[in-house]
């Protein structure tokens, strides 16, 4: 249920705050639109965790969807399986956008964006 609750939570303020950059500030929504709030050092302190939850609770609630169709001593092995994947795929996702494996500009009318 709560993998659930934060997944809506998560959905609901990422599409949210894709429409507003889109439509609202006429900004195209990609992948530096994505980035500018984790190259920024004050933003980056919510938006790590942000991301880092959204990600795990997207793999959590796919494993406790699957472990139904599973035998009770493969249902745990699974969601911790899916959970660590979830977390190295977070990882990942942060480090890239964060700019620590390349270097990632930050472009000016990305910046002016940043609500912090």
Same mark, same amino acid.
């Given at each position: ?7 809506? +939570? +998560? ?5 949210? #705050?894709?429409?507003?950059?889109? !439509?609202?500030? #006429? ?5 530096? =639109? ?11 302190? =919510? =938006?790590?965790?942000? !991301?880092? @939850?959204?990600?795990?609770? +997207? +793999? ?8 139904? !169709?599973?035998?009770?001593? !493969?249902?745990?092995? @699974? ?27 930050? @472009? ?9």
């Amino acid at each position: 249920i709560y993998s659930g609750l934060y997944l809506l +939570f +998560f959905l609901l303020a990422h599409t949210s #705050a894709v429409q507003i950059g889109r !439509y609202i500030s #006429a900004l195209d929504t990609n992948f530096y =639109f994505a980035s500018i709030v984790l190259l920024d050092h004050s933003s980056r302190l =919510f =938006f790590i965790p942000y !991301y880092t @939850l959204g990600i795990l609770a +997207f +793999f959590a609630h796919i494993g406790t969807g699957l472990r139904w !169709y599973l035998p009770q001593q !493969y249902q745990k092995p @699974l969601i911790w399986g899916l959970l660590g994947l979830g977390l190295i795929v977070a990882l990942s996702i942060i480090a890239l956008f964060s700019g620590w494996v390349y270097d990632v500009p930050r @472009l000016a009318e990305y910046e002016k964006s940043l609500l912090f």
